[in-house]
């Protein structure tokens, strides 16, 4: 099924790192949708996921500035201890409010702001993980026309998080292996809204 999506925004905790790395590397330098990264990890975590994703990604990975413009070909990362809203001028926002489901960034806060600017141009997808942070997430992306994919439980290190989408979903659009996931993101309609760097 071809969509015309303008951003794909992923959420994940345990045993979420070494499928971020399965997917991005694979990706090619023609690749223009921006890919936003949700990842739960320890809150004086040093800025090291940059660099150990620009490592095997051929699109630059740069940590979130704030007022920053999203940008095409480009992959973002929530900083460790944010909350990151997206504004509806295609800018991004932190905030350190209080945690949601225990986290900080919350997938839940960035995935139900981005579905409110982008709506049936907005690629939600949930990865695993420990607790139900997401769920709430990747049903307002439903909510909103958007296109919702789970990683197969099967697939994940922890089963709790792709379980709770699931769970709350009824049905997603996709439930992928990482691999396959990266091949449908090739699939999706090139973004005519992301912007030259």
């Known amino acids: 099924m071809k969509r015309d999506i303008e951003l794909i925004v992923i959420g994940g905790s345990s045993g979420s790192l070494d499928v971020v790395i399965e997917m991005l590397k694979d990706l090619e330098k023609d690749f223009e949708l921006p890919i936003i990264l949700v990842l739960h990890r320890l809150k004086n975590t040093r800025a090291y996921l940059a660099d150990l994703f620009n490592r095997y990604c051929v699109l630059e990975v740069k940590e979130i500035e704030e007022k920053e413009e999203i940008k095409k070909g480009t992959v973002y990362i929530v900083p460790a201890n944010y909350h990151l809203l997206i504004e509806s001028d295609h800018t991004f926002s932190l905030t350190v409010s209080e945690k949601v489901n225990f986290s900080r960034p919350s997938i839940d806060v960035t995935f139900e702001s981005a ?10 997808v949930i990865l695993t993980g420990a607790n139900r942070d997401g769920a709430a997430g990747i049903n307002a ?25 699931i769970q709350i979903l009824g049905t997603p659009d996709y439930v992928f292996s990482p691999s396959e996931m990266t091949i449908f993101f090739k699939t999706l309609k090139k973004s005519n809204y992301a912007k030259e760097i």
């Open 115 to 124: 579905a409110i600017i982008f709506q049936e141009k907005l690629a939600g």
């Open 141 to 165: 992306v439903k909510r909103m026309g958007g296109l919702c994919i789970v990683q197969d439980p099967k697939t994940a290190t922890m089963k709790t998080m792709p379980e709770s989408a």
